[in-house]
């Protein structure tokens, strides 16, 4: 996807906080983001590693930053709000490497705007926890009472959330941000790597002690209750689909849709055809990615 001047500006302003710990970045911090770990945050900090952004992101970039002035102004006009500031930056008074840019503010509230999916399962009647954990320390740092959360979903649904400030939880945050800042980032303690990060070297060789050979026995248990579930699972899916026959719709009595079986189409390449197609050319287009395979 060819970037445009906001995004590409909003990647240089996200590749240059090295020199503080963003409000996104504290749910990495204390384990509560499904996006990033704190192992990424302190390759950010201290080994200035720039952060890498695929299709997919930057299309949800485009449309967050395409969006969010809007967005801001709806929900000013529908919560009756009046911000005082946006785009506001502010660092602790006390530790200048914690710092906090709210969308927008009132005179009690943070407003933090957001756009997802319209059948985002992680929005359900709360708030995401790595967006409670961005909120809450919002209204910490610029000592707001709430956070208000206006919700834009699949460009046609708005929904609205609402936390109310938790001063010891947003110490709590502090004070593991500060131990990490000032451990892995001015020290030279180096964050140990997620076990998904570490290479491994080739033919080698480590002894199991009771505790893994436990865990492998777990494992294996695990592995022989899910098929015997994935096997329960698919005999009763086929029952419900020889029923459904051609409908494509399920009901209860109630006319309450239970289940849809819809026709659905998938476009693939033909990776034999395109590279006899282009020939050595093809060879251009392919791209390695490493990875470790686990098995039993």
């Known amino acids: 996807m060819k970037q445009t001047e906001t995004q590409n500006q909003e990647i240089k302003t996200l590749n240059n906080r090295h020199e503080y710990i963003g409000s996104t970045e504290v749910a990495a911090i204390i384990g509560l983001s499904p996006y990033q770990?704190?192992?990424?945050?302190?390759?950010?900090?201290?080994?200035?590693?720039?952060?890498?952004?695929?299709?997919?992101?930057?299309?949800?970039?485009?449309?967050?930053?395409?969006?969010?002035?809007?967005?801001?102004?709806?929900?000013?006009?529908?919560?009756?709000?009046?911000?005082?500031?946006?785009?506001?930056?502010?660092?602790?008074?006390?530790?200048?490497?914690?710092?906090?840019?709210?969308?927008?503010?009132?005179?009690?509230?943070?407003?933090?705007?957001?756009?997802?999916?319209?059948?985002?399962?992680?929005?359900?009647?709360?708030?995401?926890?790595?967006?409670?954990?961005?909120?809450?320390?919002?209204?910490?740092?610029?000592?707001?009472?709430?956070?208000?959360?206006?919700?834009?979903?699949?460009?046609?649904?708005?929904?609205?959330?609402?936390?109310?400030?938790?001063?010891?939880?947003?110490?709590?945050?502090v004070d593991e941000c500060v131990k990490f800042w000032k451990k892995y980032v001015e020290g030279n303690d180096e964050y140990p790597a997620p076990a998904d990060k570490i290479n491994a070297v080739k033919d080698s060789q480590c002894v199991a002690n009771e505790n893994i050979i436990k865990s492998l026995e777990n494992i294996s248990k695990l592995k022989s209750k899910i098929k015997l579930l994935e096997t329960e699972k698919e005999k009763n899916e086929i029952e419900v689909k020889n029923f459904m026959a051609e409908n494509e719709i399920l009901l209860d009595e109630f006319n309450k849709k239970l289940c849809t079986w819809k026709q659905a189409e998938r476009i693939s390449i033909d990776n034999k055809k395109l590279e006899e197609y282009l020939g050595d050319k093809f060879n251009e287009f392919k791209k390695t990615t490493t990875y470790r395979t686990f098995r039993m």
């Not at 801001?72 to 946006?86: H, I």
């Not at 320390?137 to 708005?158: A, D, N, R, S, T």
Request: glycine letters at 6%.
């Open 37 to 173: 770990t704190a192992y990424d945050v302190w390759c950010h900090k201290k080994l200035k590693q720039e952060k890498e952004f695929n299709d997919g992101t930057l299309e949800r970039m485009y449309w967050g930053l395409l969006l969010e002035p809007i967005l801001l102004e709806e929900s000013a006009k529908r919560l009756n709000l009046n911000y005082t500031g946006t785009q506001v930056h502010i660092r602790h008074s006390e530790y200048n490497f914690l710092g906090s840019t709210a969308d927008a503010l009132t005179e009690n509230d943070v407003i933090e705007a957001k756009t997802t999916g319209l059948f985002n399962k992680s929005f359900t009647e709360e708030i995401p926890i790595e967006y409670y954990v961005q909120g809450n320390f919002h209204c910490g740092m610029h000592k707001k009472e709430k956070c208000i959360y206006p919700v834009l979903m699949g460009g046609q649904k708005f929904r609205t959330y609402l936390i109310e400030f938790d001063e010891n939880f947003y110490q709590f945050c």
